[in-house]
Nanobody, 125 residues
Framework: VQLQACGGGLVQAGGSLRLSCAAS????????MSWFRQAPGKEREFVAGHRWTGRTSYTYYGDRVKGRFTISRDNAKNTVDLQMNSLNPEDTALYYC?????????????????WGQGTQVTVSS
């Protein structure tokens, strides 16, 4: 499985950005796809996750982004997007997409086998 993230950039506080992660590999529709972020000097943090059961989508969000960020997925294109609104400087980080067939806990970094390269998001005040 390979993951390629894009869409980062510089934005002013209050603005929006949309990140996209393109995945390639077998059986991806059954994988949990998530976004994490890591700010300098801090641990990698769960942002949002998406699980597709074949019938129902489940979405999960970190407490710091609930109500501002939205994760979405297109299984036909093998992409997972992260729409980020009302950005603030505390959202500045390197954002990573991650995938795993069966993460024990969706918000745990160590439960993901596959990672994309990061895409930088910088929010100016």
């Amino acid at each position: 499985v390979q993951l390629q993230a894009c869409g980062g950039g510089l934005v002013q506080a209050g603005g929006s950005l949309r990140l996209s992660c393109a995945a390639s590999g077998p059986g991806l529709s059954s994988y949990v796809m998530s976004w994490f972020r890591q700010a300098p000097g801090k641990e990698r943090e769960f942002v949002a996750g998406h699980r597709w059961t074949g019938r129902t989508s489940y979405t999960y969000y970190g407490d710091r982004v609930k109500g501002r960020f939205t994760i979405s997925r297109d299984n036909a294109k093998n992409t997972v997007d992260l729409q980020m609104n009302s950005l603030n400087p505390e959202d500045t980080a390197l954002y990573y997409c991650a995938a795993d067939p069966v993460p024990r806990t969706i918000s745990h970094v160590n439960d993901y086998e596959y990672w994309g390269q990061g895409t930088q998001v910088t929010v100016s005040s």
